[in-house]
């Protein structure tokens, strides 16, 4: 099938507002655009750090990127100025979801923390993701694998004889984005 004939798939219609960046948010925005949703990707003008995550790469770019921002659509906005700031804004007031993977309370700056966004179009649904909460671990980076460190699965892979070894796949991201 060509992308004309492409039936719509159950979330057609359904728009959603992706300012998260990495795996976690990407991959659970990657399986809505899946199904259907139209997603638009917010990138900093220097794009996703996965853009350059290789190799493999496909024309230029890492084919991590690729895979998990599949079906997706992107724009580049620098939240910092206002013409751009304005328009994640008009975004997050269309949008139906908005999903966000910043340090907790980082988009409040930019006025596009849940309070703000949900101020403008409060039937948003909007998903925070971080790795360790809103509580003491709130600073933390949220990292793959520092959460398979701190969450004692590192203590079971590896050898007898080596030290542990983290997961083949990023799992706690895996996992979050399902």
């Not at 798939?9 to 399986?31: E, H, K, N, Q, W």
């Not at 997603?39 to 998990?68: C, N």
């Not at 849940?114 to 925070?128: E, F, L, M, Q, T």
């Amino acid at each position: 099938m060509t992308t004309e004939e492409k039936p719509p798939g159950p979330l057609a219609g359904i728009l959603v507002a992706d300012f998260s960046r990495v795996l976690a948010g990407p991959y659970a925005t990657m399986m809505l655009a899946d199904l259907g949703a139209d997603v638009i990707k917010v990138e900093s003008p220097a794009g996703d750090d996965t853009r350059q995550w290789v190799p493999p790469r496909r024309d230029g770019v890492g084919t991590y990127f690729l895979g998990v921002n599949r079906n997706k659509r992107s724009i580049a906005l620098d939240l910092a100025d206002a013409d751009d700031n304005a328009v994640a804004h008009e975004l997050a007031d269309r949008a139906d979801v908005f999903i966000q993977n910043f340090k907790p309370g980082g988009l409040k700056r930019f006025g596009l923390d849940y309070d703000s966004v949900a101020g403008h179009n409060p039937a948003v649904i909007y998903c925070s993701i971080s790795g360790f909460g809103a509580g003491k671990g709130a600073a933390l980076p949220g990292y793959d694998i520092l959460a398979q460190g701190v969450s004692g699965l590192m203590s079971l892979t590896g050898g007898p004889d080596t030290p542990p070894f983290r997961s083949g796949i990023s799992v706690f991201d895996v996992f979050t984005g399902l």
